[in-house]
């Protein structure tokens, strides 16, 4: 059986698979990150079945645009899987587009998992991996994914801090020795983010965005902080206005959208700072010196650093490749596995 398994591992290529809420990546050993697209996948039901036909970015630019016989949605959410059947057909359209070898071969995959996960959330994860093709799945948390992705030196005998604020949760996590001393998952992430911007423009101006809208005034003027100047730069944006239903342009500041992410931003600063209360003494020292590493793509959002910075005292510094640092480190984690097998779950 061994012989079996080692003589298909040899024929197969291994993967690491970021699976996120928002987007998807997938690292093949040896070669790296070849894959990043949308966790989205748009259906077509007929007579009961579905049947896919599109999944990542083609499905994405059918979100909230489809007719009434197909459905685009996010298999994903918070981090773990919210609908069975099409996150499967998700995972093996990933592996096959990535996977171009003999159906004989199955490649061994490792998925990140948020640290939060219920035991029958993994298994979900673990047995749609098994499904969709792999002969061996194993699971790693995403706070040591984030860390390691990150080049933090969690082996050694310090604290370090990570967190990791993806589309669906937002992870804090103190690791030392290579494990988890402490971790805190909070759902609150890059989706919570464009909600709460999508109410706040229905509240304050009475017009309904879509959430590809929400996204992109997120990621184009989004910030943590209320700017100097009390208004910061504007964009235009379309929608319908809620009073006459007819399709409306408005212009939102920098000071509106701050305002819109004023909770989600105080519940992530809130979460880390019940995650240095509940730190060792010796731990918290070290975080003292080395400071908070933020991992994901809420990272990204402006001034996050510094919004943190004001709440914590501590110094806050932002992953260099902040959206793969996951996929990277689950990558590491299937390169150098012997050293991080302790950290690798393989039954469950």
């Known amino acids: 059986m061994f012989g079996l398994d080692r003589l298909m591992g040899a024929f197969s290529a291994d993967m690491a698979i970021d699976l996120g809420t928002a987007n998807t990546l997938v690292y093949v050993k040896g070669r790296g990150i070849i894959l990043s697209e949308p966790s989205v996948v748009a259906y077509h039901v007929k007579d009961g079945q ?36 099409v996150a499967e057909e998700m995972i093996k359209h990933f592996i096959r587009k990535v996977h171009r070898r003999s159906t004989f071969s199955k490649p061994k995959i490792i998925v990140c998992v948020p640290h939060g996960a219920t035991p029958v959330e993994k298994r979900a994860i673990r047995q749609s991996v098994l499904s969709a093709g792999a002969r061996k799945a194993g699971l790693i948390a995403e706070p040591i994914a984030a860390a390691i992705g990150a080049g933090m030196p969690i082996t050694d005998p310090t604290g370090s801090m990570v967190v990791d ?34 109410n706040y423009l229905r509240r304050q101006q009475n017009l309904l965005i879509g959430e590809s809208t929400a996204e992109r005034i997120k990621t184009s003027i989004g910030t943590a902080r209320m ?12 929608g319908r206005d809620l009073l006459n239903g007819v399709p409306k342009e408005t212009e939102i500041s920098q000071a509106q959208v701050a305002e819109a992410l004023a909770e989600p931003v105080q519940t992530i600063c809130e979460a880390v700072m019940t995650a240095l209360e509940a730190t060792p003494p010796d731990l918290a020292a070290d975080i003292v010196d080395r400071g908070v590493m933020l991992t994901g793509g809420g990272a990204l959002l402006g001034d996050l650093d510094l919004a ?28 150098y596995e012997k050293q991080l097998r302790h950290a690798i779950d393989y039954d469950s």
């Open 50 to 85: 579905k049947k896919v036909l599109a999944v990542g970015e083609d499905a994405k630019l059918m979100l909230g645009r489809t007719p009434g016989s197909i459905e685009a949605i996010r298999p994903m959410r918070e981090g773990v899987i919210a609908d069975f059947d």
């Open 165 to 198: 604020i993806g589309g669906g949760t937002t992870e804090v996590a103190v690791l030392s020795l290579g494990d988890i001393v402490y971790a805190r998952s909070v759902r609150v992430g890059g989706d919570r983010m464009d909600e709460a911007i999508i």
């Open 227 to 238: 700017p100097d100047d009390g208004r910061g730069s504007s964009m235009q944006i379309r």
């Open 308 to 335: 943190l910075r004001e709440q914590t005292g501590l110094a806050v510094s932002i992953a260099d490749e902040s959206l793969n640092c996951v996929a990277l480190g689950t990558g590491k984690a299937l390169e």
